[in-house]
């Protein structure tokens, strides 16, 4: 994805995301309205989430619309197959999917297939309000628009806390990117991380910051498989982590599954709040842009 191209975006709200007059949609077409605007953005959204958006009277946030069918009759499956398309006219760049953690939808085949693909092809999957919110703030200030002062609170890296977990196919790439981002994550109130991936940060941390100011840089829990995950969930619905960052490996069968959910459940859980980054292309823009977003509001 360049700097400048017109992104497409394809977008669904789970049912209790859209149609009260709080829900996470109303939320983020009224906040994320003028970086879309700015951003020029064709969005592909799924029938019920559209009929959503023009019931609120937000058609004015989505510049150009695709519309596709009801997800029961296919408009999320559709959507799966425009994440893989080679086609640069019809494939999306990005998908924003408001997932209500007790929505059995959320489940379904389709649904995480979506997920996985854009794993697999290298495109950000955004399942809470605030990773929508974010990466829309991030990629408008990437085009040029000014920053959302409304929104920098949530950039004071300080008083914040981010969790590092990598799969073990993916700890050498965590490894590089911690070490690549090393300044921007040093800003950080707290980093968390699981089992291995948490020592390997240690040890980066020390050769970087010496031994005794890199020893305790990650505060490390159990591993994943035994328990790690769940242990940083709870951090997570007491809002002590924003900012996860799980790079995934989505070509090998996990016995932890369940606890990779429940994870990712409780960032949904607190929607308005944290948010799940699990592919490496867009984990690396994103921290790009996380620290030009941070030192633009320190400014202010």
Known sequence: MTQHKKLRIGLI?????????????????????????HLQAEMVIVGRTLDAI?????????????????????GLMKLVSRVVDNDPARAVDAVIYLIDPVDHSSIFPEAQALKRQCVIHRKPFLAT????????????????????????????????????????AMKDSMLAMAEKHFDLL???????????????????????????????WVQPYLSGPLGGDAQLAELVLDRQIRRILFLEDPHVARQHEADIQLLERAARTVTDFSQVTSEISSADRWLTLLAGRVAASSQV
């Open 129 to 168: 309000l605030a990773s929508a919110r974010e990466w829309l703030e991030l990629e408008a200030m990437a085009a040029g628009a000014a920053i959302d002062n409304k929104l920098n609170t949530s950039f004071d890296l300080a008083n914040e806390g981010i969790a590092l977990i990598a799969h073990d």
């Open 13 to 37: 709200a789970n049912r209790a995301h859209q149609d009260a007059p709080n829900s996470a949609l109303v939320q983020l077409l009224h906040g994320a309205g003028p970086a879309l605007q």
């Open 186 to 216: 040093d800003h950080f109130a707290h980093r968390y991380a699981t089992g291995t991936t948490g020592g390997l940060l240690n040890r980066l941390a020390q050769k970087i910051k010496g031994e005794e100011a890199g020893r305790n």
């Open 54 to 74: 023009i019931s609120h009277g937000l058609m004015e946030s989505c510049p150009k619309v695709e519309r596709f069918p009801y997800g029961r009759d296919g």
